[in-house]
């Protein structure tokens, strides 16, 4: 995303929604994952979320503020994970892929909102509503990318945890030793634009999928 604002592929008002809506991303949509995660998990039998105070949607108990620039550079990026502890869960492999996909999950709920709020605004025959509308779009995007990146099996990312339902604790824990460097790839191939292309794509699969859901109610009034 920041290729094409420096491109000047969007226009100042573009570039200004985009961060605006990027803000609330990070302020009030990353703070819905978390708690997603650490609701799932005390739901699941686990209640190291709730003693370790993320149980809230105060954003300043989830927020990575590396993970937070990367979500205004690229559209992607992470917080704080929420620790569990899988000695809570009754099924430990079963449960601990649940709190994984709680997060990415809750980020697809507010994509489709705010979907479905930008089809309603777009209805208004004003030029500000489409401003508007746009700011929901680029929430809607935005919250898509989240999911699907969020979803890489790589640390501190949700999808690390699904491997713990698919790996044995001996894979997984010689992958979890060299965790630093595995992340330190990750940001440098989001760096170099590597990842674009399979995450687009992804992305936009699943936008795709979304926009056609929310634009049903509208469909007999267009």
């Not at 979500?71 to 492999?93: E, H, S």
Request: with cysteine; proline share 6%.
């Amino acid at each position: 995303m920041l290729r094409q604002l420096l491109a000047g592929q969007l226009g100042i008002i573009g570039v200004i929604v985009y961060i605006l809506s990027s803000l609330t991303v990070i302020f009030l949509t990353l703070p819905v994952h978390e708690f997603a995660h650490g609701f799932a998990a005390e739901k699941l039998g686990d209640k190291t979320p709730r003693w370790q105070g993320r149980l809230t949607l105060n954003p300043f108990a989830h927020i990575d503020w590396l993970g937070a620039a990367c979500i205004l550079l690229f559209g992607f990026g992470w917080a704080k994970p929420v620790q569990v502890n899988a000695n809570g869960f009754k099924n430990p492999k079963r449960d601990m892929a649940l709190v994984a996909l709680a997060g990415p999950f809750s980020n697809i709920v507010v994509a489709l909102i705010a979907l479905v709020l930008y089809n309603a605004i777009s209805l208004i025959p004003v030029i500000a509503a489409l401003y508007v509308a746009l700011f929901f779009y680029y929430v809607a995007i935005i919250n898509v990318s989240l999911a699907v990146f969020n979803l890489i099996p790589i640390p501190p990312l949700d999808g690390s945890r699904l491997l713990t339902a698919l790996l044995p604790y001996k894979y997984y824990n010689m992958l979890m030793r060299y965790e630093r460097y595995i992340f330190l790839g990750l940001l440098a191939l989001l760096w170099v634009g590597v990842l674009d292309i399979p995450l687009d794509f992804l992305s936009g699969a699943v936008m795709t999928f979304l926009e056609f859901i929310a634009g049903l109610p509208f469909g007999f009034i267009r």
